[in-house]
């Protein structure tokens, strides 16, 4: 409970005014004006805060209300709601903080958008300043927010820090509902360090007990060919699944040793929270890696910062191999569209999505060798 809502549950319990409540506690009318409209709040260690206290157990013994007459009592209740209210604050200043910094917005076109001032809001991020009324300022950010980033990209990444899907900040009234209910009111979300994870893990990597757990020394590269149509389509992000597997099927049974190609910007969190085709998909690469294929990665660098983590520590122990070359494409800043490229001398993977819609794209594999020349690089 705020400190705002305590005080007006006092007045109710005591029956007064807000004028006998200011000369009970020897505090100006203006003082407990704005204690309860929530625009100002006294310290928790203020002589203010110790005379409110007096003044409602003054009024209570004099209205013979037994239960708020305990001074100490009181004092304790009001100083609970400020550590409330500040928990709020803290919450509050850390979600429009990661909200500012996920959709890299500009603040001075922020503060044109709300008719606050540059400077107030800087204030407001580093907790130095208090808005008045939080809830208008909340309001006002997601509104801002809801009519200037409302392209499906912009949905995934504040779904993302939500917790819930695109899907439901579909519509005008959804994005807004649950933007203003996070900022608001929940707590962040704990923050996982990406670098002290990356570190963790790689300091914890073992490549011989890598090598021991898929049996890498152990694995025989069939020789009976994949039989595999011409070309086929794939729609969606399980059937995605299933065609990568396929590339590599095709391009491991093949007599072919021609280098591979890989490139991709498609999201990764959805592929790595299904452990099951993870497995199968290093198992994949190793098997790719068995049969001597050299490995030509193009990485895409624009990707968020844990998705980038989470890439580093896939390839760890394919890079420790030396059969891998890696690469990138400098300045690729398209935002509606998201690509899928793997190319081997015997296959061809293709695909694309719409930026926050991966788990409705399209995939196209194909053999077919006037396709296949084409699509190698």
């Known amino acids: ?24 506690s020897e505090l100006s009318a203006a003082v407990i004006s704005r204690y309860r409209s929530g625009e100002r709040e006294p310290a928790s260690d203020s002589e203010q805060l110790q005379k409110l206290a007096a003044g409602i157990t003054r009024l209570a013994a004099e209205k013979n209300i037994s239960d708020l007459t305990d001074a100490e009592e009181v004092l304790s209740t009001l100083q609970n709601s400020l550590e409330q209210r500040n928990v709020e604050y803290d919450n509050f200043v850390a979600n429009f903080n990661t909200l500012i910094d996920e959709l890299d917005i500009n603040m001075k076109f922020l503060a044109s958008a709300t008719n606050y001032d540059t400077s107030y809001l800087y204030r407001v991020r580093s907790g130095q300043r208090h808005p008045n009324d939080l809830g208008s300022f909340c309001h006002q950010l997601c509104r801002f927010i809801t009519t200037r980033y409302n392209s499906p990209s912009d949905k995934a990444k504040v779904s993302g820090l939500l917790g819930c899907t695109a899907d439901e900040l579909s519509s005008d009234t959804d994005y807004l509902s649950h933007l203003n209910s996070w900022l608001y009111q929940a707590a962040p979300k704990e923050t996982v360090d990406d670098v002290e994870n990356f570190l963790k893990k790689l300091d914890e990597f073992d490549l011989d007990e890598y090598i021991r757990a898929i049996h890498f020394d152990e694995l025989k590269v069939p020789s009976m060919p994949f039989q595999l149509p011409a070309s086929r389509t794939y729609y969606g992000l399980e059937e995605m699944k299933k065609g990568e597997l396929d590339f590599f099927k095709t391009t491991v049974l093949s007599k072919s040793r021609e280098p591979v190609f890989m490139c991709s910007d498609m999201p990764m969190d959805d592929l790595a929270e299904d452990l099951d085709f993870g497995k199968k998909w290093m198992f994949a690469i190793a098997m790719t890696l068995k049969k001597g294929l050299h490995l030509n990665m193009i990485h895409n660098i624009n990707r968020p910062f844990h998705e980038m983590m989470l890439g580093l520590e ?32 015997s296959a061809a993977l293709t695909g694309e999505c719409i930026q926050g819609y991966h788990k409705h794209g399209k995939y196209y594999l194909t053999n077919n060798k006037p396709e296949l020349f084409t699509a190698v690089p």
């Open 314 to 345: 896939s390839w760890i122990p394919i890079y420790m191999t030396g059969q891998v070359s890696p690469y990138h494409l400098p300045d690729v800043a398209d935002k509606i569209y998201q690509h899928l490229n793997y190319v081997s001398g």
């Open 1 to 24: 409970m705020t400190f705002q809502e305590q005080i007006t549950i006092y007045i109710e319990k005591l029956t007064c005014t807000s004028k006998e409540l200011s000369e009970a």
